[in-house]
């Protein structure tokens, strides 16, 4: 089982619909969250972080977390064809310090 | 600006040859990490480090090394042990108390002729 996962996609949503992305996780000792967003041939930037159940809203971005399940999402309201991007999902432990992130998403916006 | 500085950003290394990769950052980050991506592939972490003068293998540390020897720097070389080096190298800090985010330097694309 890997630690991090998430669909490959790509995801396919028309432009000014939602995007839906999805995150498990396998170690229960987790405790901060990450959503970063990565353009071909660039490096990640991070977009989102959350650190307690419940959702967290920025702009058009809202996080998700649940730490019961296990299960971390991120919502792209009003989807843009600029969100189009690769979405990567980051988990880490804080005492142990690792930063574990996920195969990540390919988001396809068209307009 | 306060940031983190990889370089170069493309290298080649000829078969059989160690190669450097540097990363410096001037936020004052004490957590340092390694992460090498292949296309299409999400990051796999290599190394990581919480403090000075020490550090921790991820899940793909054979064939690489690195050292911690100053908070600003985290160097990592890639050995003529690691048998399919061709791949993005990315370098992260963060700060090293709970419920903080790591950013990115730009990357190095390191290729194997």
């Known amino acids: 089982q890997k630690e991090v996962e998430q669909n490959s996609g790509p995801l396919s949503v028309p432009e000014g619909a939602i995007a839906s992305l999805n995150c498990t996780y396998s170690?229960?000792?987790?405790?901060?969250f990450f959503w970063y967003r990565q353009y071909s041939g660039k490096s990640p930037e991070l977009i989102m972080s959350?650190?307690?159940?419940g959702d967290k809203e920025d702009g058009r971005f809202t996080a998700q977390l649940n730490k019961a399940s296990q299960y971390v999402s991120l919502l792209i309201r009003d989807s843009q064809p600029s969100d189009s991007a690769t979405y990567l999902c980051?988990?880490?432990?804080?005492?142990?310090?690792?930063?574990?992130f996920g195969q990540g998403t390919e988001l396809s916006v068209k307009p | 600006d306060g940031g983190i500085t990889q370089s170069p950003k493309y290298l080649f290394r000829k078969e059989g040859q160690n190669v450097t990769l540097s990363c410096e950052q001037n936020?004052?980050?004490?957590?340092m990490y390694w992460y090498r991506q292949d296309p299409g592939q999400g990051l796999r972490l290599i190394y990581y480090?919480?403090?000075?003068?020490?550090?921790q293998k991820g899940d793909i540390a054979e064939g690489y090394s690195v050292s911690r020897e100053k908070k600003e720097s985290f160097p990592l070389t890639v050995t003529s042990a690691q048998k399919n080096p061709t791949a993005f190298y990315l370098c992260?800090?963060?700060?090293?108390?709970?419920?903080?985010?790591?950013?990115f330097g730009q990357g190095t694309r390191l290729t194997v002729v």
């Open positions: 992260a800090s963060s700060k090293q108390v709970m419920n903080t985010e790591a950013f």
């Open positions: 170690d229960r000792g987790s405790q901060s």
């Open positions: 959350i650190y307690s159940n």
């Open positions: 980051a988990v880490k432990n804080n005492q142990g310090g690792k930063l574990i």
């Open positions: 936020l004052n980050h004490d957590a």
């Open positions: 480090s919480q403090i000075v003068n020490d550090f």
